[in-house]
């Protein structure tokens, strides 16, 4: 598949935080052709493992998460608006004045409003101060609680700001979920990639859950699996626009993969990063460094399960996560799934 259909299919899937069903099942089917065995486990991780005939081979663990940040329903009030909650670090700012899409238990999509007060009946007051989410509200157009309960609408249904995926130009596209789709995209091309070679480790791609509510399928997934090695593969934090200093810059677009070095959850062991910097140099694949210490990410999970991991981190150059318009360069993707692929080619004998 191209790769602008492979972001497209997954960005464009819902799948927030705890409710990644429709992206599990999508990436299933995408990734099964590449893989020895596909398997899922009690809270909703997926592994796709592709072994390695040598029953003496070490275990590297891709990972990406399949979750994106949203928000679930709290209370439907009387005259049919939803008050809701978040999952997953939102900035309120950017809240109000979008479309949503809320599933429902029987998994139908109801469409959305999070209206706001119009500015003509607002004090001077109001209007200067952001909202908070508790005030915000969705209209889905019930007049009544019984009309939203009558459209399949309870407490607890997932939601989240839908924006479909389109291209802004040859190389740049705009979507609501890279962060991790970039990520979950980029280990099913490795594992297309690396399908018909021959490897001296086995590799255990993960696709977790819940990584935007505090790392949680990644740890889960990690003691299963018992890797020797970890990568984390993720879509983050460019900056690289009007108002920010350069060194306030977590990474920048177009200028490819982003290595981290340390973020808030984990510092990157010194042998892991100097193999990193020289297969990336040995491949001639330009990269950069995500500054630190920025975010925290799937790998602050993994090396600390058992008794700790060798982890390393890659991100695709993504602007304006944690929003509904996150945009990417695909020149960068491209770059950041050849990186990989080389990473698990050859990290495993540079640091095992
Ligand atoms: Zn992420």
């Known amino acids: 598949m191209q790769t602008i259909d492979l972001l497209r299919q997954l ?29 899922t486990d009690a809270l909703g991780n997926l592994f796709a493992i592709r072994r390695c005939s040598n029953p003496e081979a070490k275990t590297l663990m891709l990972d990406a998460h399949m979750d994106e940040i949203g928000f679930i329903v709290k209370w439907v009030e009387e005259d049919g608006f939803l008050r809701f909650a978040p999952l997953g670090g939102w ?6 004045g979008h479309r949503v899409e809320i599933q429902t238990r029987s998994g139908r999509i109801q469409t959305g409003v999070i209206g706001t007060a119009p500015p003509h009946i607002l004090s001077d007051e109001a209007r200067k101060a952001p909202l ?16 939203a309960q009558a459209m399949g609408i309870r407490i ?7 924006y479909p ?15 991790d789709r970039a990520g979950c995209a980029v280990l099913i091309e490795t594992a297309e990639r690396l399908a018909q070679q021959n490897l001296d480790v086995t590799v255990v ?6 990584e935007e509510v505090g790392l949680r399928g990644a740890r889960t997934a990690a003691f299963q699996i018992e890797p020797d090695l ?30 981290s070095v340390a973020d808030r959850s984990i510092i990157i062991t010194r042998k ?12 001639g694949i330009a990269y950069q460094y995500k500054l630190p210490t920025y975010g925290g990410t799937d790998a602050g999970a993994i090396h600390l399960v058992r008794g700790g991991v060798l982890a390393g981190i890659v991100s695709v150059p993504c602007r304006y996560i944690h929003s509904p318009i996150s945009t990417l360069r695909l020149s960068d993707f491209e770059l950041t799934s050849r990186y990989v692929t080389e990473l698990v080619k050859h990290l495993p004998g540079a640091v095992l």
């Not at 900035?91 to 109000?96: E, F, G, L, T, W």
């Not at 607890?156 to 839908?162: A, K, R, S, V, W």
């Not at 791609?205 to 819940?210: D, E, I, M, Q």
């Open 156 to 162: 607890g249904d997932p939601l989240t700001i839908h």
């Open 11 to 39: 960005s464009d899937t819902f799948g927030v935080s705890g409710f990644e069903d429709d992206v599990r099942e999508l990436v299933r089917s995408l990734v099964t052709p590449f893989v020895d065995e596909v398997k």
């Open 205 to 210: 791609y993960a696709f977790v859950f819940g």
């Open 230 to 259: 970890a990568i984390a593969v993720e879509g983050t934090i460019g900056a690289d626009m009007p108002g920010v200093p350069d060194h306030s810059q977590p990474v920048r677009l177009g200028f490819g993969p982003a290595i």
């Open 272 to 283: 892991v990063l100097h193999a990193m910097e020289a297969i990336a140099d040995e491949a």
């Open 165 to 179: 995926f389109m291209a802004l130009t040859d190389d740049c596209v705009t979507g609501k979920a890279f962060d």
């Open 132 to 147: 908070p989410l508790e005030q915000m509200f969705i209209d889905i157009g019930a007049p009544s609680l019984e009309d």
């Open 91 to 96: 900035d309120p700012r950017i809240v109000p």
